[in-house]
C-alpha cells in the first residue's frame, strides 16, 4: 500500500511569492496533519484536517493556510512568503485522529525562499 | 517551556552498544511516538506507545503513563541507526503532536 506522498520534494520561492504544497495520505486515512520543521524551532504543528473541517491549528500568522478535498488530499499554502518560511514541511496522516490510530509521515517538502 | 524533553541532544556510540534515548512530557497525552529521521529529512514512526513496552528487532520501546516518561533503547547498535530520533506525544483526540527537540544518534564501526 502506498505510503503518504507529498509533492513537491524540492521547491525554491522568491520572497513575496505564494506557494502551494501537496499531500496526498494513505488510501483511507481521513485525518491529515501539517508540520514545519525548522534548525532553530525544531518540528511545530501547523494545522490539521479531518473530512474536509480543519479541527486544530497551531500558533502561525495567517500567511499559513490549508484545505482538505474529498478525497482526503490536502494542500496547504503560504502567500507572502518570507525568509524565515525556509523549512521542511511535513505532513501525517492516520484513518483518524484518536486514541490507538497511528500516524503515518510523508518524505516531506524542502523549501528555500530566496 | 516545551511540553516535551529528550535527553540526550546528541548522543555518539561504538558499533554493538547499547543505547538509550529517554523522553519526558508535561501534559496528559493519548499516545507518544517514536520517529527516525535520516539525512534527507523523511520521518518513519517507529513506534506508537500508550502503556507499557514494544519490541521491533533491536529496538524497545517503554512508556510510564504515571512518571510521563518514555524510553527508546536500542541493543546491538549498527551504523546504520545514526539518525535523529524524535519522540512525538499526541494530545486528546486530534492527530495534533508536540514534539521533542530529537537526538543525533551517531553509531561509529
Known amino acids: 500500500k502506498a505510503g503518504v506522498t507529498q509533492t513537491p520534494r524540492y521547491l525554491i520561492k522568491t520572497r513575496g511569492q505564494q506557494v502551494t504544497l501537496s499531500c496526498s495520505p494513505i488510501?483511507?486515512?481521513?485525518?491529515v496533519s501539517w508540520y514545519q520543521q525548522t534548525p532553530g524551532q525544531g518540528l511545530q504543528f501547523l494545522f490539521e484536517y479531518f473530512s474536509e473541517t480543519q479541527r486544530n491549528k497551531g500558533n502561525f500568522p495567517g500567511r499559513f493556510s490549508g484545505r482538505q478535498f474529498s478525497n482526503s488530499r490536502s494542500e496547504m499554502n503560504v502567500s507572502t512568503l518570507e525568509l524565515g518560511d525556509s523549512a521542511l514541511y511535513l505532513c501525517?496522516?492516520?484513518?483518524?485522529?484518536?486514541?490507538?490510530?497511528?500516524?503515518?509521515f510523508g518524505q516531506g517538502t524542502r523549501l528555500t525562499v530566496v | 517551556k516545551n511540553e516535551v524533553e529528550q535527553s540526550p541532544q546528541n548522543l555518539t556510540a561504538q558499533e554493538g552498544e547499547f543505547i538509550t534515548i529517554n523522553c519526558s512530557y508535561s501534559?496528559?497525552?493519548?499516545?507518544l511516538h517514536w520517529l527516525q529521521q535520516h539525512p534527507g529529512g523523511g520521518i518513519v514512526s517507529l513506534f506508537m506507545l500508550s502503556s507499557g513496552k514494544k519490541k521491533h528487532g533491536r529496538l524497545i520501546a517503554t512508556i510510564n503513563i504515571q512518571e510521563k516518561h518514555s524510553s527508546l533503547h536500542i541493543t546491538a547498535s549498527h551504523p546504520r541507526d545514526s539518525a535523529v530520533y524524535i519522540c512525538?506525544?499526541?494530545?486528546?483526540?486530534?492527530?495534533?503532536?508536540?514534539f521533542g527537540t530529537g537526538t543525533s544518534l551517531t553509531v561509529i564501526p
Open positions: 501525517a496522516s492516520s484513518l483518524e485522529g484518536g486514541i490507538g490510530r497511528e500516524a503515518f
Open positions: 501534559v496528559g497525552i493519548s499516545a
Open positions: 488510501s483511507g486515512h481521513r485525518s
Open positions: 512525538a506525544v499526541r494530545l486528546g483526540t486530534g492527530n495534533q503532536f508536540y
